[in-house]
């Protein structure tokens, strides 16, 4: 009965098969992976969690095949090959790209047919007729020279960065930087842009125009102060307890300080006293006065300690756009997960805004929310504080001083 049995489900196995089409032969690789459940990982080589799925294979030198994997806390990829199990390099090359183009015939029918998403200008760059984006040697070179004359000025690394950016999201639109009305055609087609972004791009420019001797006449941007988005307490700790180790803590100081990112992420060991419970901050932005933090909550410093000191700044040497891109990921799942499209809303600043907000509820004392910001005016600091904590005298006093 039982070698009917099997062969029944065996039979049942091959009409499957035939219906579902041929079965692929199974290679060697996976049959040891099969055979060897217990090389199957059990935790994240990144954050330590235990969600794990597989991912596809990655090929080694020697011809097998080794399981990835893909964690679902962090989305960290990685596969637990052993050492001396060297992986085949893989090819990073994009065929969206005209550099990857070796002949324009096959390009320009499938461009005629709408089937590739290179653009017209891309192809004429290819073919040599010269298109804006084939930028001439003295617009890179002006690019480099507009860098150094605002380190030369005093410019803060924050301001340099937002110039340098502003200047090439106009080159990848397409504009000449030398010709203020192509940069004024650019700057009317956008209009993804906000009314802030589109100050800032103004802004970068003119100061780039000046110092090459151009003037033009600025176009009009109209910005409004808006109401800055205040989430809950409760919503905030959600958001730490679903991001990474070292995302958690980097949102744990913004909360607990109220830090602009960019100066928690040059926070170094030497600034944090565990004894003490103390945090110093001696490199501020935007001109900002220099603070110090005592008597935090010590599940901070726990937080903080558990960190690999693997350098003299606290978060490591990787660059806070690496940072944010994973705590955007991490924001995006767990907004799902939840079922909170509210905590889409949260961003690094979100919190600086969010603990102005819950100083001013429980003091009273606009002055105190100023000096713990950091802030030399006044203005700034009332500008953090939502209305939504505030007495209805307070809310036109700061509408005063917004509009006056």
């Known amino acids: 009965m039982e070698n009917e049995a099997q062969g029944k489900g065996v039979s049942h196995g091959s009409r499957a098969s035939g219906r579902l089409g041929k079965k692929r032969p199974c290679n060697g690789s996976r049959r040891q992976s ?79 047919r709408g089937t590739t998403a290179l653009d017209a200008a891309a192809l004429e760059k290819h073919s040599g007729a010269g298109t804006p984006l084939d930028q001439p040697a ?59 972004r589109r100050r800032n791009v103004i802004n970068g420019y003119t100061l780039f125009l000046k110092i090459n001797g151009l003037k033009w006449e600025k176009p009009r941007c109209n910005t409004t102060r808006k109401i800055p988005f205040i989430p809950t307490e409760q919503e905030i700790d959600e958001l730490i307890a679903g991001c990474p180790t070292t995302v958690a803590t980097f949102l744990q100081v913004l909360k607990e300080t109220a830090m602009r990112s960019g100066e928690a992420k040059t926070l170094k060991w030497i600034e944090v006293d565990f004894q003490r419970r103390i945090i110093t901050l001696n490199e501020p932005e935007k001109g900002s006065l220099t603070r110090i933090w005592n008597n935090l909550n010590p599940k901070l410093f726990d937080m903080l300690n558990a960190l690999p000191r693997t350098s003299p700044y606290v978060f490591g040497e990787s660059s806070l756009n690496s940072l944010k891109a994973t705590f955007i990921r991490a924001r995006r799942r767990l907004a799902f997960k939840l079922q909170n499209p509210r ?37 700034n600091g009332l500008l953090l504080v939502n209305s939504m904590y505030i007495d209805t005298c307070m809310v036109f006093f700061i509408h005063f001083l917004l509009y006056s």
């Open 138 to 196: 003295d617009i890179k070179g002006k690019l480099v020279q507009f860098a150094f004359y605002m380190q030369k000025q005093g410019y803060t690394r924050e301001t340099i960065r937002g110039n340098e950016g502003a200047l090439k999201a106009l080159l990848v639109r397409n504009a000449d930087l030398l010709d203020p009305e192509s940069v004024k055609e650019v700057l009317a087609r956008e209009q993804k842009w906000s009314q802030n």
């Open 343 to 379: 905590l889409l809303e949260i961003h690094f600043h979100t919190l600086r805004h969010w603990k102005a907000t819950m100083l001013y509820h429980y003091t009273k004392d606009v002055m105190e929310v100023k000096e713990f910001l950091g802030h030399k005016q006044l203005l």
């Open 34 to 112: 099969a055979a060897h459940p217990s090389n199957e990982p059990q935790h994240c080589s990144r954050c330590g969690g235990a969600r794990l799925a597989k991912d596809g294979f990655r090929e080694l030198a020697e011809g097998s095949r080794i399981q990835r994997w893909i964690c679902g806390d962090c989305g960290h990829k990685f596969s637990p090959g052993g050492p001396g199990r060297r992986l085949l390099g893989f090819s990073r090359s994009v065929l969206n790209r005209e550099e990857s183009i070796v002949s324009d015939r096959q390009v320009r029918v499938a461009l005629a």
